[in-house]
């Protein structure tokens, strides 16, 4: 349950549209529901203002499809990270108000089935930048996960340090950022040059793209967590999702 149901469930009580025993069958499954082979921590959007995020890599489709339908029956909006596509279509099958993401690997159920807002002309964003076209799943992992958060969020891609006039011409885009999320693999060099430009803090994202001695991403890793640049946060290898949750935080 997130803090907004319970607000609207609370009200209801104080105005005696609802019976106290109705408001406590709706509580009853706090602070978490157990599934066997999972508790979903339905609890989570009270204490940290937004739901359990579902990690589907490694779990059944079954596993993940009752899940993401456990949560989604008592929070607005539920996210879902490393998604697979027939995964996914087995979840919006049984799931009302899913939308996926294939770049990203993310799925999105709005239980309200509300648009998403449009992006603002002016206010704070988050800036993501990739070094190549081969992080852009890490990078729209990032990208999505802010945005679903309510962050405006804008994207440079392909600006890696083998052209930098690519990255100079987005310079007055970086410089109006609030945060940035810096994803790179093979030496993991851009955060370092980014974080070299700007005032605001920099989330470098290594990831598994490279040769063979990169090492699967812990050369991008080490570089980036050896950067001489001051401001420069270092997430793990590939993780989009934990750099655009706390961009999130950091903008807000």
Same mark, same amino acid.
């Given at each position: 349950m997130d803090g907004k149901r319970l607000k609207t469930l609370l009200e209801k009580?104080?105005?005696?549209?609802?019976p106290v025993e109705a408001a406590i069958e709706g509580l009853r499954t706090l602070?978490?529901?157990?599934?066997?082979?999972?508790?979903?921590?339905?609890?989570?959007g009270i204490r940290t203002g937004f739901p359990e995020v579902v990690f589907c890599q490694g779990k059944t489709c079954e596993q993940s499809v009752q899940i993401v339908k456990r949560l989604s029956a008592h929070h607005a909006r539920v996210l879902a990270t490393r998604v697979a596509p027939e995964v996914a279509d087995e979840i919006a099958r049984q799931v009302a108000g899913c939308t996926y993401h294939g770049t990203a690997r993310i799925l999105v159920v709005d239980g309200e089935k509300?648009?998403?807002?449009?992006?603002?002309?002016?206010?704070?964003?988050?800036?993501?930048?990739?070094?190549?076209?081969?992080?852009?799943?890490? =990078?729209?992992? !990032?990208?999505?996960?802010a945005e679903v958060m $309510?962050?405006? +969020?804008?994207?440079?891609?392909?600006?890696?340090? /083998?052209?930098?006039?690519?990255?100079?011409?987005?310079r007055e885009r970086i410089l109006e950022a609030n945060v940035l999320v810096v994803v790179a693999g093979m030496e993991g060099a851009l955060p370092s040059v980014v974080g070299g430009m700007v005032s605001c803090p920099v989330i470098a994202v290594p990831t598994s793209v490279g040769y063979g001695a990169s090492?699967?991403?812990?050369? =991008?890793?080490? !570089?980036?967590?050896?950067?001489?640049?001051? $401001?420069?946060? +270092?997430?793990?290898?590939?993780?989009?999702?934990? /750099?655009?949750?706390?961009?999130?935080?950091?903008n807000r």
């Open positions: 009580v104080k105005s005696g549209k609802m602070p978490y529901d157990d599934l066997g082979y999972a508790k979903p921590d339905l609890h989570r509300k648009k998403a807002p449009k992006r603002r002309a002016a206010g704070k964003y988050v800036m993501v930048l990739c070094a190549g076209t081969a992080d852009l799943p890490v =990078a729209e992992e !990032a990208a999505v996960t $309510g962050s405006r +969020v804008e994207r440079s891609y392909d600006v890696g340090v /083998a052209g930098l006039h690519r990255l100079l011409d987005q090492f699967g991403g812990l050369a =991008a890793l080490l !570089a980036m967590l050896n950067s001489c640049a001051a $401001g420069v946060a +270092v997430m793990n290898i590939d993780n989009g999702f934990g /750099a655009g949750y706390f961009a999130h935080m950091v």
